[in-house]
């Protein structure tokens, strides 16, 4: 026993938390050289961006493990009884003091292997909307669209919903609603805002552009609702494509005398006015 208690007090001695301390420098060093290295290649060739997004999680991973073994087999040399005592210490520790940290190591791990998303994915989880920018070993960090970064524990993924909106594509399907006055020209409106979105810049024509249309009952009272779908070249040009549209379709629009829901009140009033003209004829 004073043999093992001896090896445990050996550990620590300066020149083994000196290599062990380098070590975890290092790889800090090269994960990060790795991470922007392979952030600058993706932004320089959008096709493979989200590719190499991949590649870089697992290359900090892999990192991780390599360092790992290094302290473990180099650092850490102790003999098989010491290495009970020194585990079972540990075990009994991370038991009770690292529960939760242990729980997001191995969700992150599998998050990896089932990948119910990736690196560079837009997601829905919880409030929360935007890209995934980090799967790491503890928290998965995902940035808004107002370019907040949120760190979300890895393990509330596997209990809770999360939704992927381009499953690993570079592309996604953007929806855009717009409204007009129920008595307006559909058609017309409907071609306007079909031609909007094929003839935007942002709009990946090889996926289909479809235009629904349908009658809503909104705050304004009824409404006739087209609403636009479309894929983006570029799942982060998505608030961009939104305000293409919204500008060109709204412009056009004006330019065409179609106008927005009414209210119940302003509907009979516009009713009773284009009435009016006709009932002043008859009488006169």
Request: a neutral charge; hydrophobic letters at 45%.
């Amino acid at each position: 026993m004073d043999q093992d208690f001896g090896a445990l007090v050996r550990l620590f001695n300066p020149q083994r938390v000196a290599a062990a301390a380098t070590i975890l420098i290092l790889s800090l060093i090269i994960s990060r050289l790795i991470t922007s290295t392979l952030d600058r290649l993706g932004e320089g060739s959008p096709r493979y961006r989200l590719t190499l997004k991949k590649l870089s999680t697992f290359a900090r991973f892999f990192v991780f493990i390599v360092a790992s073994y290094l302290v473990l087999t180099n650092v850490l040399v102790l003999g098989p009884e010491a290495w009970l005592a020194l585990g079972g210490t540990i075990a009994v520790t991370a038991g009770f003091a690292l529960k939760d940290t242990a729980a997001s190591i191995i969700s992150g791990l599998l998050i990896l292997v089932d990948r119910p998303f990736q690196v560079g994915d837009r997601v829905s989880f919880d409030k929360y909307y935007g890209e995934i920018k980090e799967i790491g070993l503890r928290t998965v960090r995902l940035q808004t669209l107002d370019d907040n970064l949120v760190s979300i524990p890895t393990n509330k993924f596997l209990t809770d919903s999360v939704a992927s909106a381009n499953a690993g594509e570079l592309d996604m399907m953007v929806v855009v609603d717009f409204f007009i006055a129920i008595d307006a020209d559909f058609e017309r409106a409907k071609r306007i805002a079909y031609e909007a979105a094929v003839t935007s810049k942002y709009v990946y024509l090889e996926k289909p552009v479809v235009v629904h249309l349908s009658e809503e009952l909104t705050s304004a009272g009824y409404a006739t609702r087209l609403r636009v779908l479309s894929y983006v070249v570029d799942c982060r040009f998505e608030r961009r494509l939104v305000t293409d549209l919204t500008e060109r379709v709204k412009a056009a629009f004006r330019s065409d005398g179609i106008g927005p829901p009414f209210s119940q009140q302003r509907l009979e009033l516009r009713r009773d006015l284009s009435e009016a003209p006709h009932a002043a004829a008859t009488s006169a």
